[in-house]
Nanobody, 121 residues
Framework: QVQLVESGGGLVQAGGSLRLSCVASGTGFRWISDMGWYRQAPGRQRDLVAT???????NYADSVKGRFTISRDNAKNTVYLQMNRLQPEDTALYFC??????????????WGQGTQVTVSS
């Protein structure tokens, strides 16, 4: 079983910055493949924000390109999201996701509980 715990959310004024962290812990898995951040605003679907592969290849939603940076520390099973120039439309519950490889034929996606980011205008 794998647990993901996010931290770093909060209230910030427009133009400000926040850094989210997500630590994966547990036993019985070989490694963590892709990790990523998703967000969900009230009444809306959960959308991709950014993903990063184990080798460091990144992918971003168009709405955050140039403002957000995703990174990871494989030794610590941790993924980060540096968010700069935040805007009110970035307000959402941010979720961490990990693609966990258990064996050569078994892998699962795990989600964290979410951390709230609120940007005031």
């Amino acid at each position: 079983q794998v647990q993901l715990v996010e931290s770093g959310g909060g209230l910030v004024q427009a133009g400000g910055s926040l850094r989210l962290s997500c630590v994966a812990s547990g036993t019985g898995f070989r490694w963590i493949s892709d990790m990523g951040w998703y967000r969900q605003a009230p009444g809306r679907q959960r959308d991709l924000v950014a993903t990063v592969t184990m080798s460091g290849y990144t992918n971003y939603a168009d709405s955050v390109k140039g403002r957000f940076t995703i990174s990871r520390d494989n030794a610590k099973n941790t993924v980060y999201l540096q968010m700069n120039r935040l805007q009110p439309e970035d307000t959402a519950l941010y979720f961490c996701k990990a693609d966990v490889v258990h064996t050569t034929t078994s892998r699962d996606d795990y989600w964290g509980q979410g951390t709230q980011v609120t940007v005031s205008s």
